[in-house]
């Protein structure tokens, strides 16, 4: 029997889904995190052969010995995974130190973690991006903004999500920066693109293809959404752009992608932009070698009809799987923000949509910044009674 461990198997809170169906394929699934077992979701407990609590996965000595001790207890570990960014560093680190070789190790992360290393791989995959400066002094930055031209956006070369980007626009902005940027925080600056952002989100197999593919749009930033306190949407598409498809599967081998389930951001131009192509044309933006965040998995399960938790398992177990896609459809997420006077309230959103809803929830307040406090995801079988839905869901009086 193999031996998994999964990191924080009860945040975000779907992720047991993942856990079950690598139980009913036959692992020994093992847990460790710092919520208390009794407190544990039932469905959490129920999918976990052993959970571990640590006081806090922060502390990277405790997790340490949470591991070394499920290996004195089970053996060899064959997987070890959280499939959250947050721990992405700390995954491929316990992978390095206990010798285990089926995820990235340490000497992976700054090329799937550093968006300025990241350039170098889309370079090899034939896909544009941004200009950039590593953020050094004013007086640099200003000349770099000179050449570009305004807006740039400044971000930590190794973040996470929109967190403590800035979105510039001139020379006091520039100053307000570097005012308030993280002092011991090494930062990358861009151009700016305009553009709406596309994804491109697989299942990858050992050999390094797509057991199973689709991809999302987000109309409005993540960015935008986190700085100005926006409502968050986006939606799985019903049909993958051949562009898409091809921009991901060469990112996919440019970085040597196998056995992972993968979010990949490109900007779709809007607009001409000199050097990085047409309106319409694929810009890369930045790797996420884990599944998009939040509900986005059973988005793409209400989308096409299919269980990724399951196919994502299978690949763990089997490097194959029978799960087929189904009949294919829009699926729209809306977060709406608390104390915003919307014209249809939840009641009333939820009773005119209730045939499109499939779920409707508090978000975690982890996630609320960028995804809103009450999220609706609901399907659509074209883009026009997507945009009504979107419409009624976010117009304010």
């Known amino acids: 029997m193999k031996n998994f461990i999964f990191i924080s198997p009860n945040f975000p809170t779907n992720y047991w889904m993942f856990c079950r169906e690598l139980k009913k394929n036959g692992l020994n699934v093992l847990g460790i995190g710092d919520q208390p077992y009794d407190e544990l979701d039932y469905n959490v407990k129920e999918n976990l052969n052993e959970y571990y ?80 400066h590593m953020v050094d002094t004013e007086e640099n930055c200003l000349a770099f903004a000179k050449e570009v031209g305004y807006p740039v956006v400044a971000k930590p070369d190794n973040g ?17 920066f570097f005012e308030e940027k993280w002092p011991d925080t090494v930062y990358i600056m861009e151009e700016f693109i305009w553009g709406e952002v596309n994804s491109y989100d697989a299942i990858i197999d050992s050999h390094g293809k797509p057991m199973f593919e689709t991809g999302n749009v987000s109309p409005v930033s993540i960015m935008d959404i986190v700085n100005e306190q926006q409502s968050s949407l986006f939606y799985i598409l019903k049909k993958l752009p051949a562009d898409t498809r091809k921009a991901g599967r060469a990112t996919v081998k440019a970085f040597g992608v196998k056995s992972r389930f993968v979010h990949f951001e490109f900007f779709r131009l809007q607009r001409d932009q000199e ?17 998009s965040g939040g509900f986005t998995p059973d988005m793409i399960n209400f989308a096409h009809s299919t269980d990724v938790y399951k196919i ?18 829009y699926c729209a ?21 209730s045939k499109q809803i499939c779920m409707e929830d508090r978000m975690p307040d982890a996630l609320s910044g960028a995804m809103g406090n009450r999220m609706y995801i609901a399907t659509f079988s074209t883009e026009k009674q997507m945009a009504a839905f979107y419409k009624d869901a976010l117009t304010c009086r």
């Open 160 to 176: 996470v999500g929109a967190s403590h980007t800035f979105k510039i626009t001139s020379d006091e902005e520039m100053k307000t």
């Open 53 to 132: 609590k640590v006081s806090t996965l922060e502390n990277y000595e405790e997790v340490y010995r949470a591991v070394a001790f499920l290996i004195f207890k089970y053996g060899r570990i064959d997987w070890l995974e959280s499939n959250n960014e947050y721990w992405l560093e700390r995954d491929a680190r316990l992978r390095t130190e206990f010798h285990i070789t089926s995820g990235f190790q340490e000497s992976d992360i700054p090329r799937i973690k550093f968006k300025s290393k990241m350039k170098d791989y889309y370079k090899k995959a034939g896909i544009p991006t941004a200009r950039f």
């Open 312 to 329: 994502w398992a299978d690949m763990i177990a089997f490097d194959e799987t029978t799960m087929p896609a189904g009949a294919s459809a």
């Open 275 to 291: 050097g990085l192509g047409k309106a319409g044309d694929l810009v890369a933006l930045e790797v996420n070698m884990r599944p």
């Open 333 to 353: 997420f809306v977060g709406r923000r608390d104390g915003k006077d919307y014209v249809l309230d939840d009641a009333a959103l939820s009773g005119k949509y």
